[in-house]
């Protein structure tokens, strides 16, 4: 089994490369699951509902741990005994690093703790999907702001820096991609990486 995953800040086009990658891996006849987080899991997705759309005040470290409370449940549930040639992620544990650590500011150590404690498998290839914030906000300008979207460009600043910094010392698995370019060649620039390591 292959696990590849998309990260990146709001904006920058990942379901619609979860979706074409998704169709382009599946005429080559792999059985595909994609999984988005935090949710893909019954209980998951009710912890989503506490940490996006919820009134609910929520400290920092609550925030970190109730990520990794759904991501525990969802590694147990969908990928130790997963049959699939390749799972498609909607952000992963890279989320918890750029936006609990470098964005809310929490131990890095702490996170990298949890990553281990709960099992995450290493994915095999990374998609960092790298836009400037402002632009990223603005292809969501229609959208309502769920509790971290709310969060404002100061803060994502710091996401999508803590990002490039973790791409920079994972070189091997996180490749960057330019999120500016048309949606066709991001596909094709994708999909090139991808037949590789197939
Ligand atoms: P999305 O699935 O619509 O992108 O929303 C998920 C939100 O949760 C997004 O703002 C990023 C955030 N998030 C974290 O802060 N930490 C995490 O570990 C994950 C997986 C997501």
Redo the contacts with the bound molecule.
């Keep these: 089994m292959k696990i590849i995953t998309f990260e990146g800040?709001?904006g920058v086009g990942?379901?619609t490369q979860i979706q074409m990658l998704e169709e382009y891996l599946k005429n080559k006849d792999y059985s595909i699951e994609i999984l988005?987080?935090?949710?893909s899991t019954d209980a998951g997705e009710k912890i989503?509902d506490i940490?996006?759309n919820s009134p609910l005040t929520l400290s920092n470290e609550s925030?970190?741990l109730l990520?990794?409370s759904?991501?525990a449940q969802l590694i147990n549930e969908k990928i130790l005994n997963s049959d699939k040639d390749i799972i498609l992620f909607?952000?992963?544990?890279?989320?918890?690093?750029?936006?609990?650590g470098y964005?809310?500011g929490l131990s890095l150590n702490v996170i990298n703790s949890l990553i281990k404690f709960s099992n995450c498998p290493t994915p095999d290839i990374t998609f960092l999907l790298d836009i400037v914030v402002e632009e990223g906000f603005k292809r969501k300008f229609n959208d309502k702001k769920?509790?971290?979207?709310s969060?404002g460009n100061s803060f994502f600043q710091k996401?999508r820096n803590g990002y490039l910094e973790l791409a920079n010392q994972n070189k091997d698995r996180i490749k960057v991609v330019d999120a500016s370019m048309t949606i066709d060649t991001i596909h094709k620039h994708i999909v090139k990486i991808i037949d590789k390591l197939l």
Excluded: T
């Design positions: 800040i709001e990942k379901s988005r987080e935090p949710g989503r940490l996006l925030e970190l990520m990794f759904a991501r909607d952000r992963f544990y890279d989320a918890s690093i750029a936006y609990q964005g809310r769920d509790r971290i979207e969060a996401v």
